[in-house]
């Protein structure tokens, strides 16, 4: 995303508004066909050498953050590699080794000492069976400017393309697998309109709450909520937006999102991944997004910034449910390892708690027809906890299982009828608990 220094906004009353650039501006545009082409130009050089070639870029009409805004959301895109036949580190150590036998290599510029020092790496370049170039360059290959470009989007530097190599990624845009990028390449349409997000993103990182009412795409909505880790309350709406008692009349659900500067220490990664959310609403075909942000801390100023579906912004995230936080995650990739006639499913369920909703985790069917639904309590704050506790006292559900942090300050008094389906872990959940949980009381 968009560094705050790149961020773009104004206040006016008590709004906040990103300064969106319009995608068919044609001066934007060829900016960006202007910034894709020079990254394409430098597919296999050094890092430091495609940043200078930013910084040297300029564009007519385009305000220079505009640029350097672009190139960010590009950057992000690109995928760095050390690129050495030798180890740096060894390189540098037999140099320096050298060099302190024959000290001192290079005391006055002249070129008996220019000779000298070349033959210190040609010496150790002949130890190593490297060429006296491949040596030099070799010494600093591991600093971040001399990291070479070997992937921007879907075009690779072939000749720099090797097996079993590892790379180091710039920045990945979800933190999960490439399953949620759906483009194929990048297009100039892609990046004016990753921008438009980007700078609506950037605005949320101090964010107290964000308010969303959907209308559809329920299920992949709340997915990206909980693959964020967002502390969340869901609740019936009808077509206007106002709430209704019963899920049964409802055209669309309300979600209150707890932002950064709600907790009780303002924590940059969850601001992150509340900025990172905002994605998933394009995907929506009617949405709308109220957040608070906090513009003074100390005073306590705050101001609205409001998103709709017509504002034109455009999602790179996928529609699919393979979404899981790090603790769900680990327990799919446990389960498929697991002997074990049960299934464990994405849920997509809506249980009705009158004025609110919830939506579990996971459903755990077995082939003879037998279901339990599964809600995870990991990580947070006190308040949200007594929220989600509340819930679960409240749903009428008797194949609602419940796994627990033990970390959490809680005990099996406080769900209820439901404590006998509560399952307490330490670091992770093991399957076969939980299936013989989904044995005793599934439905």
């Not at 760095?80 to 740096?88: D, K, M």
């Not at 879907?154 to 949620?180: K, M, N």
Request: some cysteine.
């Amino acid at each position: 995303m968009l560094t705050a220094d790149l961020a773009r906004s104004r206040t006016t009353g008590d709004a906040i508004k990103p300064l969106f650039i319009d995608p068919t501006d044609e001066n934007y545009r060829e900016t960006a066909r202007e910034l894709i082409a020079l990254f394409d130009a430098h597919l296999g050089e050094p890092k430091g050498d495609l940043e200078d070639a930013i910084d040297e870029l300029t564009v007519a009409d385009t305000d220079y953050k505009i640029v350097q805004g672009l190139a960010k959301l590009l950057l992000d895109e690109c995928e760095f590699e050390v690129r050495s036949p030798v180890e740096p580190r060894e390189i540098r150590q037999r140099l320096f080794e050298k060099a302190n036998e024959r000290y001192p290599v290079v005391r006055q510029p002249t070129l008996g000492d220019d000779t000298q020092k070349i033959e210190v790496y040609s010496a150790v370049a002949d130890e190593l069976g490297i060429s006296l170039e491949a040596c030099y360059r070799g010494m600093y290959a591991d600093l971040e400017e001399n990291k070479r470009l070997v992937q921007i989007g879907t075009r690779t530097a072939d000749q720099y393309a090797g097996a079993g190599e590892q790379s180091t990624t710039t920045t990945t845009l979800t933190g999960s697998s490439d399953g949620e990028y759906e483009h194929t390449d990048l297009t100039v349409d892609w990046l004016v309109t990753r921008y438009n997000l980007a700078l609506a993103q950037a605005v949320l990182y101090d964010a107290t709450e964000m308010r969303i009412r959907v209308w559809d795409h329920f299920g992949t909505v709340f997915s990206y909520v909980k693959l964020f880790g967002l502390m969340h309350r869901i609740y019936p709406i009808d077509s206007d937006g106002k709430r209704v008692e019963r899920t049964d009349h409802a055209d669309g659900y309300e979600a209150i999102l707890d932002g950064p500067a709600s907790l009780f220490s303002q924590s940059q990664k969850y601001g992150i991944r509340l900025a990172n959310f905002l994605p998933a609403l394009p995907l929506c075909d009617r949405w709308e997004m109220t957040a608070t942000v906090l513009i003074d801390e100390t005073a306590g100023e705050t101001r609205q910034l409001r998103l709709y579906d017509t504002d034109g912004l455009d999602s790179h995230y996928s529609t699919g449910r393979q979404f899981d936080s790090d603790l769900e995650q680990t327990l799919a990739q446990k389960w498929e390892r697991a002997t074990t006639d049960w299934e464990l499913l994405r849920e997509n369920d809506v249980f009705d708690l009158g004025d609110e909703v919830m939506i579990p985790d996971f459903a755990i069917e077995h082939p003879d027809g037998r279901r339990a639904i599964l809600e995870i309590i990991g990580f947070w704050t006190p308040e949200y906890l007594e929220s989600k506790l509340k819930k679960i006292r409240q749903a009428d559900a008797e194949n609602l299982l419940v796994a627990v942090s033990e970390q959490l300050d809680c005990s099996n008094d406080d769900f209820g009828e439901t404590s006998e389906r509560v399952l307490w872990f330490k670091t992770g959940i093991h399957v076969y608990d939980l299936v013989e949980l989904a044995e005793e009381y599934s439905i």
